[in-house]
């Protein structure tokens, strides 16, 4: 009842128009100084451990690097490497898309800053060759997903700041897990083409012309190769390698001489933002999350759980249930700090891989951003595409529902999912 309540309360100030980060931590606030004696001091020390971790100062790092990258030139000889590779396929431009969302991922580490780089140049370039703009803003919106499942990846850095799974391995568990998603991506991008008849690039292949995208496109290639070989041979952690991110920045914008001091200035002032609005509701979740605890609001969640207690997988269909309906409502930060917490106990005493539910936990997330009402994916793109949601969602339901083979293979048949990741992890 009192879990009802707060939610409520939580929605209808988010209907009113109140922030997220400042309805979670009100509500908490409020139902605190009801319901217990608890001295409110607690609160303000939960609010900074929510954000006192050692892995999290890896988000501000890897968004400034994104920033770095869409103001240096990057996003255009990206793209155009892209092109060369699969521009001359049917429906090339969207296969463009998804393979520079690829490239995109494995440089911003968040789905939002995939989605307005790739978006600005991919959306208007596919609606000028006749693509319909629905199709364009799904295409981009799904692909903005990929951001989170392959490293760097915020959400992945967030999620081991809570469980205290190694964020190295949850970072080299993604990446064939985000590349077979894309794959699926490409299938579905074909398909709609084909039926709609949607046409290819002029340009014929050509190795020429994808030799020199490829050493235009080198110094944005060489980010995730220092981000994930310093990794995967121990020399830096993920926090530091994050570090390195932001210097392969510098380092590209100076190469390609288009990072002014105004778009440093820039690429600062986006990242400050970002950064502030991540942690604060990390910071204010963090808060939710210990009135659950002290209300006794996780136990109660938790008790229709333990008949299932020998069932991983019903667990797994359950937990990805609610985690789902979360992603409905809330931000998947808030989805992750506030839920996941009360689900870990239970993974550790059914003895579930936690690899396997931190994956399932990252692509419940990629399908939250890609489903209205939230739809923080759909809401940068169809912006950009000026089309309706509902428009974009008649094209995003068939890669949603690749997001969706990807949980139930997760949550069926881990050992299929998880044989490359754990041959990259040995």
């Known amino acids: 009842m009192t879990?009802?309540?707060?939610?409520?309360?939580?929605?209808?100030?988010?209907?009113?128009?109140?922030?997220?980060?400042?309805?979670l931590g009100v509500t908490a606030l409020a139902f605190l100084l009801l319901l217990t004696d608890l001295p409110m001091s607690l609160l303000v020390q939960q609010l900074?451990?929510?954000?006192?971790?050692?892995?999290?100062?890896?988000?501000?790092?890897?968004?400034?690097?994104?920033?770095?990258?869409?103001?240096?030139?990057?996003?255009?000889?990206?793209?155009?490497?892209?092109?060369?590779?699969?521009?001359?396929?049917?429906?090339?431009?969207?296969?463009?898309?998804?393979?520079?969302?690829?490239?995109?991922?494995?440089?911003?580490?968040?789905?939002?800053?995939?989605s307005a780089a790739v978006g600005q140049i991919m959306i208007p370039a596919m609606n000028k060759k006749g693509y319909a703009p629905g199709f364009s803003a799904a295409t981009t919106s799904a692909g903005s997903s990929l951001g989170i499942l392959i490293p760097p990846s915020v959400p992945m850095i967030l999620y081991g700041s809570i469980s205290g799974i190694s964020v190295a391995s949850l970072f080299l568990t993604g990446i064939p897990i985000g590349l077979m998603i894309a794959f699926g991506y490409l299938?579905?991008?074909?398909?709609?083409?084909?039926?709609?008849?949607?046409?290819?690039?002029?340009?014929?292949?050509?190795?020429?012309?994808?030799?020199?995208?490829?050493?235009?496109?080198?110094?944005?290639?060489?980010?995730?190769?220092?981000?994930?070989?310093?990794?995967?041979?121990?020399?830096?952690?993920?926090?530091?390698?994050?570090?390195?991110?932001?210097?392969?920045?510098?380092?590209a914008g100076a190469i390609y001489k288009e990072l002014s001091w105004k778009n440093l200035i820039k690429a600062l002032e986006d990242s400050v933002r970002n950064t502030a609005l991540v942690m604060?509701?990390?910071?204010?979740?963090?808060?939710?999350?210990?009135?659950?605890?002290?209300?006794?609001?996780?136990?109660?969640?938790?008790?229709?759980?333990?008949?299932y207690s020998d069932n991983?997988?019903?667990?797994?269909?359950?937990?990805?249930?609610?985690?789902?309906?979360?992603?409905?409502?809330?931000?998947?930060?808030?989805?992750?700090?506030?839920?996941?917490?009360?689900?870990?106990?239970?993974?550790?005493?059914?003895?579930?891989?936690p690899l396997q539910f931190a994956m399932v936990v990252i692509i419940v997330w990629g399908i939250g951003q890609q489903t209205p009402p939230v739809a923080s994916g759909l809401y940068i793109t169809t912006a950009i595409a000026k089309v309706s949601m509902f428009e974009a969602s008649k094209y995003n339901i068939w890669y949603?529902?690749?997001?969706?083979?990807?949980?139930?293979?997760?949550?069926?048949?881990?050992?299929i999912m998880?044989?490359?990741?754990?041959?990259?992890?040995?």
């Not at 030139?73 to 490497?81: A, D, K, P, T, Y």
């Not at 999350?289 to 008790?303: D, H, K, V």
């Not at 009360?342 to 005493?349: G, T, W």
């Not at 690749?402 to 949550?411: D, E, T």
């Open 3 to 23: 879990a009802a309540l707060m939610l409520a309360v939580i929605l209808l100030m988010l209907a009113l128009g109140v922030p997220i980060a400042f309805a």
């Open 48 to 114: 900074y451990q929510g954000t006192n971790s050692f892995p999290l100062l890896a988000i501000p790092l890897f968004i400034l690097a994104g920033s770095l990258m869409n103001c240096s030139g990057m996003s255009h000889r990206l793209i155009n490497f892209a092109l060369s590779i699969v521009g001359m396929f049917k429906g090339g431009l969207a296969f463009v898309n998804v393979l520079a969302s690829v490239f995109f991922g494995a440089i911003t580490g968040t789905a939002a800053a995939a």
């Open 187 to 251: 299938i579905v991008a074909y398909l709609v083409s084909l039926k709609n008849d949607y046409g290819f690039e002029e340009k014929a292949f050509s190795w020429r012309y994808l030799y020199k995208t490829f050493i235009d496109a080198i110094p944005a290639l060489l980010v995730p190769g220092v981000i994930l070989g310093g990794i995967m041979t121990g020399v830096v952690t993920p926090t530091e390698s994050a570090a390195l991110a932001v210097l392969c920045g510098l380092f």
């Open 280 to 307: 604060f509701i990390v910071a204010t979740a963090t808060i939710l999350g210990f009135s659950f605890s002290s209300l006794g609001i996780g136990r109660q969640m938790m008790e229709p759980f333990m008949a």
């Open 312 to 353: 991983p997988i019903m667990i797994m269909l359950m937990a990805s249930l609610i985690l789902f309906i979360g992603g409905l409502i809330f931000d998947g930060t808030v989805m992750v700090v506030v839920l996941v917490p009360l689900f870990l106990p239970l993974v550790q005493m059914t003895n579930i891989d």
């Open 400 to 415: 949603i529902t690749v997001l969706i083979i990807a949980l139930f293979g997760m949550i069926f048949y881990p050992d």
């Open 418 to 426: 998880l044989y490359f990741p754990r041959l990259l992890i040995q």
